[in-house]
């Protein structure tokens, strides 16, 4: 049995849209190796710009395409024998051959690039996305200043991060705010969690309010509504690599605000409370079992509710684990 099994009693895997590399970090030209889901793709941007992820074993004699490969015109040149492949997966070019073997063919994926992030549908099958990308509400890039990217391997399940944000007594103990006031509203598939606490810092009291928006498993964003002066944004991926540990990509964004420095003291502020927070959490999350039946009290919030939406997302295709959705304690 596997270490990720032994901790988790869920499939490691799920279906959905999920965030592979930030857009500065893929050139026009560029071939790159993604490793999530157990597995490897070969990420690359064509010469019209457009980004294609496709498996990364070539079906002829199984080299890996980002071993070596590169881009040619907007397909992959395998490294061995220089068979290329296009965004769709389909042998495109053999240059030494007349036909091109019907089977000459990998899997293809959707992808969105969005928000300066490169998105690709995931789902066992290989299938199309069942949901179009979700927009980001409120958010338009051009009022906010250039962004600070952050990215984290953590040995835990995505499950366990997204149910952070609905884990309301874990802000008072671990992270030593007030205890949240919380809403919590299922909307089209999504999930809207506002929470309104207060933190003791620089001898003062700084009173805040927290609205996440869990869009798909993969993917939730933060908004910080009642800065003063501004408002900042925080987009947060989440994207198994293997059984074991989840890649957490973060992306803050703040308004541009027409004191000039202001944005600056807020973002750097904001940044050393949000990294202060993840170090808080990290050490409990890295280390933490997980129970599929906790033993809940009346004000542990949404726990259970979160874990049902999350199993909404499930693909059976996953394999058997799947018979094991979490299920409701009474409480939550
Ligand atoms: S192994 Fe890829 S072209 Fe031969
Ligand atoms: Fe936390």
């Not at 849209?17 to 070969?42: C, E, I």
């Not at 300066?116 to 927009?135: D, E, N, Q, T």
């Not at 964003?221 to 947060?236: D, E, L, N, R």
Request: proline letters at 7%.
């Amino acid at each position: 049995m596997d270490a990720q099994a032994r901790r988790y009693d869920i499939s490691p895997y799920y279906e959905g849209w999920f965030q592979l590399a930030w857009s500065r970090d893929l050139k026009r030209g560029q071939l790159k190796k993604v490793r999530q889901f157990g597995t490897t793709f070969a990420m690359f941007r064509g010469d019209d710009g457009k980004v294609g992820v496709i498996d990364d074993i070539c079906p002829h004699l199984g080299a890996h395409f980002s071993e070596g490969g590169c881009v040619r015109g907007n397909a992959v040149r395998c490294p061995y024998h220089h068979w290329s492949f296009g965004r769709d997966g389909q042998c495109v070019d053999i240059p030494y051959s007349k036909k091109i073997p019907v089977k000459a063919k990998v899997g293809g994926y959707a992808v969105e690039e969005r928000y300066g992030m490169i998105f690709m549908y995931r789902s066992a099958s290989g299938g199309p996305p069942k949901r179009p990308l979700p927009v980001i509400e409120n958010f338009d890039p051009a009022q906010y200043c250039e962004p600070e990217h952050f990215d984290f391997s953590i040995r835990i399940h995505g499950q366990d991060i997204m149910e952070n944000s609905v884990d309301g007594p874990h802000f008072w103990a671990v992270h030593g705010h007030s205890m949240p006031r919380f809403e919590f509203t299922e909307d089209a598939g999504s999930l809207r969690v506002n929470q309104q606490m207060s933190v003791d810092r620089f001898g003062t009291t700084i009173d805040f309010r927290l609205e996440f928006h869990l869009v798909e498993p993969g993917f939730h964003y933060v908004h910080f509504p009642k800065i003063p002066g501004t408002t900042a944004m925080v987009f947060s991926s989440i994207v198994p690599i293997d059984e074991e540990y989840t890649s957490h990509r973060m992306t803050f964004c703040i308004k541009k605000t027409p004191v000039p420095g202001w944005s600056n003291v807020v973002r750097r502020f904001l940044i050393w409370q949000m990294m202060k927070t993840y170090r808080e959490d990290m050490r409990i999350w890295e280390n933490k079992e997980y129970h599929a039946h906790p033993v809940l009290c009346d004000g542990d919030g949404s726990i259970m509710k979160l874990r049902r939406w999350f199993a909404g997302f499930l693909d059976p295709a996953d394999g058997p684990k799947l018979a094991r959705l979490p299920i409701s304690s009474g409480l939550g």
